[in-house]
């Protein structure tokens, strides 16, 4: 079993910056692959990036790519989010997923483990 907890998110103006955290353990958790997902009330939960499990390739949705970074320690056991450049439509709960497999995930399928979120809210 994994567990993931969420950090760092808030209240911020347009255009500022944060960084999210997600401390992950468990068994084997520097072998998982690792994402971030968004998610607004009465909607889908959306991908925002992802990263394999030794960090040498990530992904990101086109609504982000340039202003998020996303990194892991595994020293640490942590993934991070670096957002910057923030809007308004920004604002969601960010939730931490990890899951088994080689290669990034994109879709909420390709993650078992899920954190129980942060809000981030972005003021214009």
Same mark, same amino acid.
């Given at each position: @079993?994994? @567990?993931?907890?969420?950090? !760092?998110?808030?209240?911020? @103006? +347009?255009?500022? =910056? $944060?960084? $999210? =955290? #997600?401390?992950?353990?468990? &068994? %084997?958790?520097?072998?998982?692959?690792?994402?971030?997902?968004?998610?607004? *009330?009465?909607?889908?939960?959306?991908?925002?990036?992802?990263?394999?499990? %030794? !960090? &040498? =390739?990530?992904?990101?949705?086109?609504?982000?790519?340039?202003?998020?970074?996303?990194?892991? &320690?595994? +020293?640490?056991?942590?993934?991070? $989010?670096?957002?910057?450049? $923030? %809007? *308004?439509? &920004?604002? +969601?709960?960010?939730? #931490?997923?990890? !899951? *088994?497999?080689?290669?990034?995930?994109?879709?909420?399928? +390709?993650?078992?483990?899920?954190?129980?979120?942060?809000?981030?809210?972005?003021? =214009?």
């Amino acid at each position: @079993q994994v @567990q993931l907890v969420e950090s !760092g998110g808030g209240l911020v @103006q +347009a255009g500022g =910056s $944060l960084r $999210l =955290s #997600c401390a992950a353990s468990g &068994d %084997n958790v520097h072998n998982l692959r690792m994402g971030w997902f968004r998610q607004i *009330p009465g909607r889908e939960r959306e991908f925002q990036a992802a990263i394999n499990w %030794n !960090g &040498d =390739s990530w992904w990101y949705a086109d609504s982000v790519k340039g202003r998020f970074t996303i990194s892991r &320690d595994n +020293a640490k056991n942590t993934v991070y $989010l670096q957002m910057n450049s $923030l %809007n *308004p439509e &920004d604002t +969601a709960v960010y939730y #931490c997923a990890a !899951g *088994p497999g080689v290669g990034v995930g994109v879709g909420v399928a +390709a993650y078992a483990f899920w954190g129980q979120g942060t809000q981030v809210t972005v003021s =214009s």
